[in-house]
Nanobody, 128 residues
Framework: QVQLVESGGDSVQAGGSLRLSCIAS????????MGWFRQAPGKEREGLAT????????YYADSVKDRFTISQDNAENTAYLQMNSLKPEDTAMYYC?????????????????????WGRGTQVTVSS
């Protein structure tokens, strides 16, 4: 099994920044790919970014690629999502997910169905 714990969510003003963290534990071969998703109230879950931890290769949804950066610290078993220039529409619950290989669609980032393990989420609220 794989366990994921997110942290770093907060309430910020528009234009601000946050860094989300996801600490992973469990079978390493099942979390070679780490992804970030978000879900706003009344909306479907949206893939944001994912990283192939074996090659440090990253993939982004077009909607966030200029503002969000995914990274990893393999020694700490942690994935990060740096979010800059936050907007009120970024308000959502943010989830970390893991998979044995990255499932992405060009321009859309990670695909929810490709990820088997999920954290409980961390709330990000951006006020105008």
């Amino acid at each position: 099994q794989v366990q994921l714990v997110e942290s770093g969510g907060d309430s910020v003003q528009a234009g601000g920044s946050l860094r989300l963290s996801c600490i992973a534990s469990g079978y390493t071969d099942r979390r070679k790919c780490m992804g970030w998703f978000r879900q706003a109230p009344g909306k479907e879950r949206e893939g944001l970014a994912t990283i192939d931890t074996t090659r440090s290769r990253t993939y982004y949804a077009d909607s966030v690629k200029d503002r969000f950066t995914i990274s990893q610290d393999n020694a700490e078993n942690t994935a990060y999502l740096q979010m800059n220039s936050l907007k009120p529409e970024d308000t959502a619950m943010y989830y970390c997910a893991a998979a044995s290989q990255c499932a992405v669609v060009a321009g859309r980032g990670p695909i929810e169905a490709g990820y088997s393990y999920w954290g409980r989420g961390t709330q990000v609220t951006v006020s105008s």
